[in-house]
């Protein structure tokens, strides 16, 4: 299943009650196309002249990229209903997912039997889930100990990653290609070349099979 609003909104009202005794407020559902992350927490608050609140609002977004089951979807969303109780209880934190997160998720799932988790990972078959057609630029690159790989890049970024390529002698051959391929929605963007993640899995069948096409930049 994918997120959907009514369904956040349902299991919001009956683990709110269930899990925090009806004390979470009702934040401003939203359905996002994000990647990477499930879902975040948005917490806006105002200060009077003292420093103290005096308007606040939450936000609750769950990504409906990627399809899953509906057990680990309430999971997805308890985890961020424990951010809004930490808020809302007013528990100093020493991390986002520190001590206190982890004391509050390990006491529900041992008393209802959740499998919430400290962080909330896409799954490889989820990922395949994901068929939102974007541009994606790509470098190929052979290396001179026979390895070759294939990285995402910023097509702003074009220009830093030739003076990278340049700068490092062990980058013997490159290539650039395009595509909007879901496939590669997994792929880390770089805009910055100190360090680089390669797709090494047989990385030029991959641009051929997906029908990548080669560009000039």
Sequence with gaps: MRATIPFVKKV????????????????????SNTKRIWGNVRWRHEHD?????????????????????????????LHEMIHIYIIVAKIPITA?????????????????????????????????????????????????DGRTGVLAFSVKSVK????????????????FWYTDDPFFNRFWVHSSFKKIGLWTDRPKELLEQKKAMRVRL
């Design 160 to 175: 830093k990653l030739k003076d990278f390529i340049d700068r490092t002698p062990d980058i013997t051959k490159h290539e």
């Design 12 to 31: 919001y009202e009956e683990y709110n009650q269930k899990c925090f005794g009806g004390i979470l407020p009702i934040p401003e559902y939203r359905i």
């Design 96 to 144: 986002m997912h520190g001590s206190e997160f982890m004391k509050v998720m390990n006491e529900i799932n041992e008393k209802y039997g959740r499998h919430i988790e400290v962080r909330k990972g896409i799954l490889w078959e989820e990922l395949n889930s994901d068929t939102i057609r974007e541009p994606h630029y790509l470098c190929y690159l052979e290396l001179s």
């Design 49 to 77: 002249e003292k420093g103290e609140i005096i308007a606040q609002s939450i936000g609750l977004s769950i990504t409906k990229r990627y399809d899953t089951t509906e057990d680990r979807m309430i999971d997805i969303i």
